[in-house]
């Protein structure tokens, strides 16, 4: 949103500096990102990546917030593609169990549980989300990165919020 920020090309730099030479053979069938076409307004999951480039691609669609992030969508196999979160924010796989996790308060398998709020619940892009002042902070927070040290602090409530499912579902013990 700042004249001359290229939000996305920093985002590429970032996912390219990060991600294996082998990235869409250890993602293939493993990794599903959901994307939003921009003609059809269909959502898609993909898990298929033939090539590296196409792994980026579809992250960085998946990441695409029009105007925040810019104003020309992602050009992934010939069409326009922006967010998957536009219209299905949490998918469902075919298959196996799915484990939802979003950052804001809401019905999901791993997010923060804010207490003692009413249980008033808005239903946005198929995630059912809490309405309350903690999630208003965090949609400020996830457009607005606060500084390192909250990012930190979100990171381990984050890592919290994981064991504690992981705990509960009995798929992890994990002593601190």
């Known amino acids: 949103m700042t004249p001359g920020y290229d939000f996305m090309a920093r985002l590429r730099s970032g996912v390219e500096a990060i991600l294996p030479a082998n990235a869409h053979e250890l993602a293939h069938n493993r990794l599903h990102v959901s994307i939003t076409n921009t003609k059809t307004g269909e959502n898609y999951l993909v898990s298929s990546f033939p ?7 579809v992250l960085l669609a998946s990441s695409f917030l029009p105007i925040y992030a810019g104003l020309k969508p992602v050009e992934y196999k ?13 998918p469902l796989l075919p298959v196996g169990r799915t484990v939802t ?3 804001f308060s809401g019905q999901m398998d791993i997010s923060p549980q804010d207490k003692g709020q009413l249980d008033f619940y808005v239903t946005i892009t198929k ?4 309405l309350s002042m ?17 990012m930190e602090s979100l990171y381990h409530r984050g890592f919290d919020d994981t064991i504690q499912f992981l705990r509960k579902e009995s798929w992890f013990e994990y002593n601190a």
């Open 78 to 90: 010939g069409q326009k593609w922006i967010d998957g979160g536009f219209t299905d924010s949490l």
């Open 101 to 103: 996790i979003s950052p």
């Open 51 to 57: 090539c590296r480039e196409d792994l980026v691609k």
């Open 127 to 130: 995630q059912d989300i809490l």
């Open 134 to 150: 903690a999630n208003l902070v965090r949609l400020h927070q996830a457009l607005f990165p606060p500084s390192e040290t909250i």
